[in-house]
């Protein structure tokens, strides 16, 4: 939905409705689509779900993997029910077929399910007959670029399989809550243990991460981190000073560290507000620098969405903010603002919009895009990146976490002027799942927050915008706003994208960039 921040009564049920003003649809000759597989999703288990469809204001699929097309002109949505789940550009199904269930939907169904199956079944067969791919990428991997596949063992093997290069993408991760650097091999994750470390080696790391540069790495004792992370460890050795992918080096499986110590890294100072005073705040109204990795994203020159700063070139959003919109010379990021309509703030124009390909407008489902600026943002304690979670981090129910920006202070209103915010705590998927909630529609890819009673909320025109947790006087990005029924409704908090779920898409996008980048440079020189 496009959420926003909203504090009422918790008795009250008034409705939301998306009242801001729709924004014009594109010259689809102009558009860029970007849509982009990601086939390593973290595994979380969480109840059986199903995939929803919305009540259609679109009317076609985006295009499909890998290829490149323009989107269908969005129409305008209808006028969401108080208790239909919502996002900015398209509302879903009312929360009394959300109540149903399943069995007595597919029963009522069942001729078109057949008919729907039979279908698939022809498709796939004329598929697997005709291209001679059909099911040939079970327990392979498949190559984002085209519909080739390679043997599992391939990926991150150290040599390049698919034409796009995407089996070496993604071979390297920060997990655990001390950032340790694992490396793939083999088709195992490992840890980097200390020996043999050096900053070149930290280099490479970082721009597989995605990062043009790189801070520092450091170590700490093995037997400190989490217990799974002890397991399959590495040493990693290179004597030349250049910068080249950690799949690449002379690597040493070890079942354990000569020097007890493993390897962490830092690619970007991030998470700190050096600008901020805590106490000129009050009420909800945030003061300059308490969210300094907050932005406001106008298209056509109006505020349609929120954002997370990740890098001086990245910005962190909502699919559903982007989906249909995807022309980056209509889009503009504003940062350092606490207030619209934007006096004194750094504008910057969009590059490049990247949204999962797996998102689709009906569905609810990998509700993320990355936006890449034309420029770099230049941090001044006003203007600082969130950071990322790492692999594995878990934040447990109950932390107290804050949302932020310029949505509708009410259900039925308009756009804020001031930047507001709210302290919710995180749900478990458990409870977030319970009938008289969400009703089993929260998935692995989701985490709520809010209060189950009512009166705190984000609402439409946050969409996109930053879930923020505080860790170790660190502030991470544990979700992206997504969707919701209603705004500040008794049973129906707060439903955000979970970054954790993402964070290999994330990185693999960041870090083909960064590839792109560095192939260019070195082309120019």
Same mark, same amino acid.
């Given at each position: 939905?496009?959420?926003?921040?909203?504090?009422?009564?918790?008795?009250?049920?008034?409705?939301?409705?998306?009242?801001?003003?729709?924004?014009?649809?594109?010259?689809?000759?102009?558009?860029?689509?970007?849509?982009?597989?990601?086939?390593?999703? =973290?595994?979380?288990?969480?109840?059986?779900?199903?995939?929803?469809?919305?009540?259609?204001?679109?009317?076609?699929?985006?295009?499909?993997?890998?290829?490149?097309?323009?989107?269908?002109?969005?129409?305008?949505?209808?006028?969401?029910?108080?208790?239909?789940?919502?996002?900015?550009?398209?509302?879903?199904?009312?929360?009394?077929?959300?109540?149903?269930?399943?069995?007595?939907?597919?029963?009522?169904?069942?001729?078109?399910?057949?008919?729907?199956?039979?279908?698939?079944?022809?498709?796939?067969?004329?598929?697997? /007959?005709?291209?001679?791919?059909?099911?040939?990428?079970?327990?392979? @991997?498949?190559?984002?670029?085209?519909?080739?596949?390679?043997?599992?063992?391939?990926?991150?093997?150290?040599?390049?399989?698919?034409?796009?290069?995407?089996?070496?993408?993604?071979?390297?991760?920060?997990?655990?809550?001390?950032?340790?650097?694992?490396?793939?091999?083999?088709?195992?994750?490992?840890?980097?243990?200390?020996?043999?470390? #050096?900053?070149?080696?930290?280099?490479?790391?970082?721009?597989?991460?995605?990062?043009?540069?790189?801070?520092?790495?450091? @170590?700490?004792?093995?037997?400190?981190?989490?217990?799974?992370?002890?397991? #399959?460890?590495?040493?990693?050795?290179?004597?030349?000073?250049?910068?080249?992918?950690?799949?690449?080096?002379?690597?040493?499986?070890?079942?354990?560290?000569?020097?007890?110590?493993?390897?962490?890294?830092?690619?970007?100072?991030?998470?700190?507000?050096?600008?901020?005073?805590?106490?000129?705040?009050?009420?909800?109204? *945030?003061?300059?620098?308490? @969210?300094?990795?907050?932005?406001?994203?106008?298209?056509?020159?109006?505020?349609?969405?929120?954002?997370?700063?990740?890098?001086?070139?990245?910005?962190?959003?909502?699919?559903? !903010?982007?989906?249909?919109?995807?022309?980056?010379?209509?889009?503009?990021?504003?940062?350092?603002?606490?207030?619209? =309509?934007?006096?004194?703030?750094?504008?910057?124009?969009?590059?490049?919009?990247?949204?999962? *390909?797996?998102?689709?407008?009906?569905?609810?489902?990998?509700? /993320?895009?990355?936006?890449?600026?034309?420029?770099?943002?230049? @941090?001044?304690?006003?203007?600082?990146?969130? !950071?990322?979670?790492?692999?594995?981090?878990?934040?447990?129910?109950?932390?107290?976490?804050?949302?932020?920006?310029?949505?509708?202070?009410?259900?039925?209103?308009?756009?804020?002027?001031?930047?507001?915010?709210?302290?919710?705590?995180?749900?478990?998927?458990?409870?977030?799942?319970?009938?008289?909630?969400?009703?089993?529609? /929260?998935?692995?890819?989701?985490? !709520?927050?809010?209060?189950?009673?009512?009166?705190?909320?984000?609402?439409?025109?946050?969409?996109?915008?930053?879930?923020?947790?505080?860790?170790?006087?660190?502030?991470?990005?544990?979700?992206?706003? *997504?969707?919701?029924?209603?705004?500040?409704?008794?049973?129906? =908090?707060?439903?955000?994208?979970?970054?954790?779920?993402?964070?290999?898409?994330?990185?693999?996008?960041?870090?083909?960039?960064?590839?792109?980048? *560095?192939?260019?440079?070195?082309?120019? #020189?």
């Amino acid at each position: 939905m496009t959420k926003s921040f909203v504090e009422i009564n918790p008795s009250s049920n008034a409705p939301a409705v998306d009242t801001s003003p729709e924004p014009k649809a594109e010259d689809p000759s102009r558009i860029e689509v970007v849509s982009v597989t990601e086939e390593d999703l =973290p595994t979380v288990e969480t109840p059986n779900t199903l995939n929803v469809s919305p009540l259609g204001s679109f009317t076609a699929d985006p295009p499909s993997e890998n290829t490149s097309a323009k989107p269908v002109e969005p129409q305008s949505p209808a006028a969401p029910s108080p208790t239909m789940p919502i996002t900015k550009v398209q509302p879903f199904l009312p929360e009394d077929d959300l109540q149903k269930s399943w069995k007595d939907k597919l029963l009522a169904r069942r001729v078109e399910l057949l008919m729907a199956s039979c279908l698939i079944l022809v498709v796939t067969l004329a598929l697997s /007959i005709g291209l001679g791919v059909g099911l040939s990428c079970v327990g392979r @991997f498949r190559c984002g670029s085209s519909s080739q596949c390679v043997s599992a063992s391939a990926q991150c093997d150290g040599e390049v399989h698919c034409d796009g290069g995407e089996d070496e993408l993604g071979c390297v991760r920060l997990s655990g809550r001390s950032s340790v650097l694992q490396v793939q091999r083999g088709g195992v994750w490992r840890t980097v243990c200390s020996e043999d470390w #050096n900053n070149w080696l930290g280099v490479s790391a970082c721009r597989q991460l995605g990062y043009s540069r790189y801070v520092e790495s450091f @170590f700490v004792s093995l037997t400190s981190i989490e217990q799974e992370l002890q397991q #399959n460890l590495v040493s990693i050795s290179l004597n030349q000073s250049q910068i080249i992918k950690l799949q690449n080096t002379t690597t040493l499986s070890k079942t354990e560290c000569s020097s007890g110590r493993v390897t962490t890294v830092k690619c970007l100072e991030c998470g700190s507000r050096p600008q901020y005073n805590t106490r000129i705040v009050g009420g909800n109204l *945030s003061g300059p620098g308490q @969210f300094p990795w907050q932005v406001s994203l106008h298209y056509s020159s109006e505020h349609l969405c929120g954002g997370s700063i990740i890098t001086s070139r990245w910005i962190l959003t909502a699919a559903h !903010c982007v989906y249909g919109f995807s022309d980056p010379t209509m889009w503009a990021v504003h940062v350092g603002l606490t207030e619209q =309509p934007v006096h004194g703030a750094q504008s910057l124009a969009v590059e490049r919009i990247v949204y999962h *390909s797996h998102y689709r407008p009906k569905g609810l489902d990998f509700d /993320i895009a990355l936006m890449k600026l034309t420029r770099p943002l230049v @941090f001044n304690g006003l203007v600082e990146p969130i !950071c990322l979670p790492n692999h594995g981090e878990e934040f447990a129910a109950g932390t107290m976490c804050w949302i932020s920006g310029w949505g509708a202070t009410e259900g039925d209103g308009e756009t804020s002027v001031v930047l507001r915010s709210a302290v919710v705590p995180l749900l478990s998927t458990q409870t977030c799942n319970q009938p008289e909630v969400y009703h089993g529609l /929260i998935s692995s890819g989701m985490i !709520c927050a809010g209060y189950l009673e009512g009166g705190t909320d984000s609402c439409q025109g946050d969409s996109g915008g930053p879930l923020a947790c505080e860790d170790s006087a660190l502030w991470k990005l544990v979700g992206a706003t *997504s969707w919701g029924i209603g705004c500040a409704v008794r049973n129906k =908090p707060g439903v955000y994208t979970r970054i954790t779920q993402s964070l290999s898409w994330i990185r693999q996008q960041m870090e083909r960039e960064e590839a792109h980048m *560095s192939s260019a440079s070195s082309t120019d #020189n």
